[in-house]
T-cell receptor, first 112, second 116 residues
């Protein structure tokens, strides 16, 4: 089966850097995605790693290492508005499924 | 309108009621999805439609019945639900199923369902 593990909660202060890890067990996948969801809102797409390495989008970066079955989301220069839940997800091979499989999410709390 | 729109945003129903959730996407996408989000649980995939054809039914009880009349609209018909079905139901769309090339789903705001 497929499973993705994330820490349930992370706390940090404004201006800091935080890394949210995602470890997975999967038989094969196309890539690893990250989503942000504020309370009461829709999940929104942040980044996608199809290949190993680092992808940078503004203050957010995402990393994938298939050999280590591991990825992370790096948030820099944290702001209060970054307080939200963050989900990693994999796009499985068709033999396993046809839609993203999500982790349980990490709640990030940013304080001043 | 743009994006993915879901109605109603909130729904309270009894266990014997029949209701429907509606989703509409204005993005020209070919794939649409229903996910269930409960507290402390990952988003659970319920159904996947590609070009109006159901391609995945993720062991969902028959009291949930999806319908995709065209590539822009998706419904979730509800009947004889249980209190444990109370959750946020999220509709999403993507250009192609997976999505494999971009990993990007476009979600609606969700329908918050409470079953009494």
């Amino acid at each position: 089966g497929q499973s993705l593990e994330q820490p349930s909660e992370v706390t940090a202060v404004e201006g800091a850097i935080v890394q949210i890890n995602c470890t997975y067990q999967t038989s094969g996948f196309y890539g690893l995605s990250w989503y942000q969801q504020h309370d009461g809102g829709a999940p929104t797409f942040l980044s996608y790693n199809a290949l190993d390495g680092l992808e940078e989008t503004g203050r957010f970066s995402s990393f994938l290492s298939r050999s280590d079955s591991y990825g992370y989301l790096l948030l820099q220069e944290l702001q209060m508005k970054d307080s939200a839940s963050y989900f990693c997800a994999v796009s499985p091979f068709p033999v396993t499924g046809t839609a993203l499989i999500f982790g349980k999410g990490t709640t990030l709390s940013v304080s001043s | 309108e743009t994006g993915v729109t879901q109605t109603p945003r909130h729904l309270v129903m009894g266990m014997t009621n029949k209701k429907s959730l509606k989703c509409e996407q204005h993005l020209g996408h070919n794939a649409m999805y229903w996910y269930k989000q409960s507290a402390k649980k990952p988003l659970e995939l319920m159904f996947v439609y590609s070009l109006e054809e159901r391609v995945e039914n993720n062991s969902v009880p028959s009291r949930f019945s999806p319908e995709c009349p065209n590539s822009s609209h998706l419904f979730l018909h509800l009947h004889t639900l249980q209190p444990e079905d109370s959750a946020l139901y999220l509709c999403a769309s993507s250009q192609d199923p997976g999505p494999r090339d971009t990993g990007e789903l476009f979600f609606g705001e969700g329908s918050r369902l409470t079953v009494l």
